[in-house]
């Protein structure tokens, strides 16, 4: 009877394997784009896009932009996006734009930094540095919130507060 429950238990764990794992394709072997880590990806109007992100720790990251229709043919959209961290940043798509905001910058290598720029683009070519007003102002946020963008003073724990019983 051991036995028999046992090879059900195999059997049920290949079954429940078998049938959850993915089913992945490999596209390309080497896409255009040089490997990479640490880049913003989204999907904007049917196309797969990646910003920057970072080569190693001794060299400046990228600041290309490629994008794809289908995963396997990659194409250069641009070479020099003028933000400056592309390591670590975020990448999202809101009110029919591609938007990168903050990340990374030289790696260990001096002048490494941090970034809170938000740049926003709609072909990836053209970027515009966005909410400029918002970045300059100290203890000043801007986060979107059911699709509207909201500045909004800091006021410590009043802030907490107020947020932590917004939140379901």
């Known amino acids: 009877m051991k036995i028999l429950s046992a090879l059900h238990l ?3 764990a290949w079954v429940a394997l ?3 794992a993915p089913d992945w394709v490999l596209e390309t072997k080497a896409a255009g784009w040089q490997a990479r ?3 913003g990806e989204v999907v904007f109007r049917d ?3 990646i910003l920057g992100g970072w080569f190693n720790s001794n060299e400046a ?3 290309d932009v490629w994008s794809s229709s289908n995963g396997r043919d990659w194409t250069l959209v641009t070479r020099e996006a003028p933000w400056k961290h592309s390591a670590l940043s975020m990448g ?4 029919d734009k591609m938007w990168m905001m903050g990340g990374w910058f030289n790696g260990r290598l001096p002048g490494h930094s941090a970034g809170h720029q938000v740049w926003c683009s709609t072909d990836g070519a053209a970027w515009q540095r966005c909410r400029r007003r918002l970045e300059q102002r100290k203890n000043r946020r801007c986060r979107i919130v059911a699709g509207q963008e909201q500045e ?3 006021q410590g724990e009043e ?3 107020e947020e932590a019983k917004s939140q379901p």
Not at 92 to 95: C, E, L, M, T
């Open 10 to 12: 195999l059997l049920s």
């Open 18 to 20: 078998s049938t959850a």
């Open 37 to 39: 880590d640490s880049q």
């Open 47 to 49: 196309r797969l896009w």
């Open 61 to 63: 990251p990228p600041r």
């Open 92 to 95: 999202i798509v809101f009110q």
């Open 152 to 154: 909004q003073e800091e």
């Open 159 to 161: 802030v907490k507060a």
